[in-house]
T-cell receptor, first 113, second 113 residues
């Protein structure tokens, strides 16, 4: 569905635990992104990657880490250092650096219990 | 960095009326302005975009206008229908040097039958 898949759809984490969110795309896109969505806050950029083995911090990278070992995959780890991790997380991808459409995954809702 | 302000945060219209959502941006180097629609529980999807070399773009009932001098752009939806009810996000980015999107906080549009 749409070529970009996030899993799981819902995730529960205990305080103090790290958790990894999966994002896979089969669109052959070079660029991938992670956004966090909170009510009334819009979409805020966590990390982005323009090419394999390279990524940059977005506006709210503290407490998060990523890797880009394969073109198709861009997993996001929410670490215990993230003080308020409960949110809806969206992964996206786009073709290149010339401002084309960003395709979003269905999202993962993370809840800390 | 770029800052995108979006107004109003909520908008309620009667079916058949027009709806207008406005955004302002801070970085005069931004030159790509997409609009995304997010229905409840679904992923954001691109509905229309505009680049800085044009002032207006139209696609059926949806239009976007851009005023580079004033650094604002607007989404216009005519003949609104209940299925237009959703959250709409504007965004801005710069070509070439940094194409990551900066989003507004969103507008919840409700179209009443």
């Amino acid at each position: 569905d749409g070529g970009i898949t996030q899993s799981p759809k819902y995730l529960f984490r205990k305080e103090g635990q790290n958790v990894t969110l999966s994002c896979e795309q089969n669109l052959n896109h070079d660029a991938m992104y992670w956004y966090r969505q909170d009510p009334g806050q819009g979409l805020r950029l966590i990390y982005y990657s323009q090419i394999v083995n390279d990524f940059q911090k977005g506006d709210i990278a503290e407490g998060y880490s990523v890797s880009r070992e394969k073109k198709e995959s861009f997993p996001l780890t929410v670490t215990s250092a993230q003080k308020n991790p409960t949110a809806f997380y969206l992964c996206a991808s786009s073709t290149d650096s010339r401002n084309t459409e960003a395709f979003f995954g269905q999202g993962t809702r993370l809840t800390v219990v | 960095g770029e800052n995108v302000e979006q107004h109003p945060s909520t908008l309620s219209v009667q079916e058949g009326d027009s709806a207008v959502i406005k955004c302002t941006y801070s970085d005069s180097a931004s030159n790509y302005f997409p609009w995304y629609k997010q229905e409840l529980g679904k992923r954001p999807q691109l509905i229309i975009d505009i680049r800085s070399n044009v002032g207006e773009k139209k696609d059926q009932r949806i239009a976007v206008t851009l005023n580079k001098t004033a650094k604002h752009f607007s989404l216009h939806i005519t003949e609104t229908q209940p299925e237009d009810s959703a959250v709409y996000f504007c965004a801005a980015s710069k070509d070439r040097s940094n194409y990551k999107l900066t989003f507004g906080k969103g507008t919840l549009l409700t179209v009443n039958p």
